[in-house]
């Protein structure tokens, strides 16, 4: 699994112009799923995400994880991160297959959102605007094949 993580001070997603998922202060990530990925990337990449220590404490450090600092998830499934880009034209065979892709998404969603976090999101496959206003800004690429 890959994912983008944004630390935001807001971030929302849209469907035909309809707020479907909103945060305040915490994470955007964008969530590409392989077709390899099982559920074990799915824990390793939950666990990443809840536990990454980029919020500022009180010093200015970024020192904080998502649970210290009060924050929110939203996570907006994204298959180009899986894009093959040898030609100028991405191919996309290494994504998942949305039978693979849609339960392993939705386990990261639920993993999060067991540990206490509030987590909203977007609608796989469909056509999303996606804002934020990035805090920092501070971005992650996190990739389970090299955590």
């Given at each position: ?11 929302s997603v ?23 990925d099982t ?88 056509e999303m ?19």
């Amino acid at each position: 699994m890959r994912a983008v993580v944004t630390r935001v001070s807001s971030a929302s997603v849209r469907i035909n112009g309809e707020t479907v998922g909103k945060i305040g202060k915490g994470f955007l990530v964008l969530l590409g799923v392989s077709r390899d990925d099982t559920m074990a990337q799915a824990e390793k990449i939950a666990d990443k995400i809840c536990g990454l220590r980029v919020f500022e404490d009180d010093a200015g450090k970024m020192n904080l994880n998502l649970e210290a600092a009060g924050g929110e998830l939203l996570i907006v499934s994204q298959f180009t991160l899986y894009a093959d880009c040898k030609s100028r034209r991405p191919g996309f065979s290494y994504a998942a297959r949305p039978d693979t892709a849609i339960p392993l998404y939705e386990a990261v969603m639920k993993l999060c959102a067991d540990r206490g976090f509030k987590v909203e999101h977007g609608e796989f496959g469909a056509e999303m605007m996606v804002e934020s206003i990035n805090d920092g800004p501070v971005t992650i690429i996190l990739d389970t094949d090299v955590l």
